[in-house]
């Protein structure tokens, strides 16, 4: 099955600064990455998303890069705000198998 | 108001005792998913079902069972047998199979006392 690795697993910047969380995944027939936000105490929400057939997708603040290659992801965000204060996860599904594999998560923290 | 309803939010349960989480969607999506949140180990996939009375095993399944007998509704159950059942418990769904964003319920905490 698929297995998604996710670095760091605590990142701290100040606030402006960009972060970057990478995620690196097994199964070379996963074809769907997306990137989760969870607030504490609350549900996962998707922030962005990539298929295989892109090599770079941006939402504002928010990117994420995909090398097929390398099967390897990641998720850039610039302008760093308190409010993206949050555990990020990574995900990958794909081929052939239903359900997503998460990463461990990443836990952001912006300081002022 | 479409979305998912999971119940109760707080469960207590003695050992050995079996306990069934409730999960309703009215997004009318086909799919649906229960997945495990323990601290520092991301969320790892219990059971999952693409259509009625249909459902598939997970990473995790061991010591829980499931059942789909309607769209709507997706229940779990945590017997007796799960070893280690505290943890906090997210029911999702999707359209369809495959690929997509998976919509996530409020979750639900079970500790075993």
């Known amino acids: 099955g698929e297995n998604v690795e996710q670095h760091p697993s605590t990142l701290s910047v100040q606030e402006g600064d960009s972060a970057v969380i990478k995620c690196t995944y097994s199964?070379?027939?996963?074809?769907?990455f997306p990137w989760y936000k969870q607030e504490l105490g609350k549900r996962p929400q998707l922030i962005i998303d990539?298929?295989?057939?892109?090599g770079e997708k941006k939402d504002q603040r928010i990117a994420v890069t995909l090398n097929k290659t390398a099967k390897h992801f990641s998720l850039h965000i610039t302008e760093t705000q308190p409010e993206d204060s949050a555990v990020y996860f990574c995900a990958a599904t794909g081929g052939g198998a239903d359900g997503l594999t998460f990463g461990k998560g990443t836990h952001l923290i912006i300081q002022p | 108001d479409g979305g998912i309803t999971q119940s109760p939010k707080y469960l207590f349960r003695k050992e050995g005792q079996n306990v069934t989480l409730s999960c309703e969607q009215n997004l009318n999506h086909d799919a649906m998913y229960w997945y495990r949140q323990d601290p520092g180990q991301g969320l790892r996939l219990i059971y999952y079902?693409?259509?009625?009375?249909?459902?598939q095993k997970g990473d995790i399944a061991e010591g829980y069972s499931v059942s789909r007998e309607k769209k709507e509704s997706f229940p779990l159950t945590v017997t007796s047998a799960q070893k280690n059942p505290t943890a906090f418990y997210l029911c999702a769904s999707r359209k369809g199979q495959g690929t997509g964003e998976l919509f996530f319920g409020e979750g639900s905490r079970l500790t075993v006392l």
């Open positions: 079902s693409q259509i009625v009375n249909d459902f």
């Open positions: 990539i298929r295989s057939n892109v």
């Open positions: 199964d070379s027939a996963s074809n769907y």
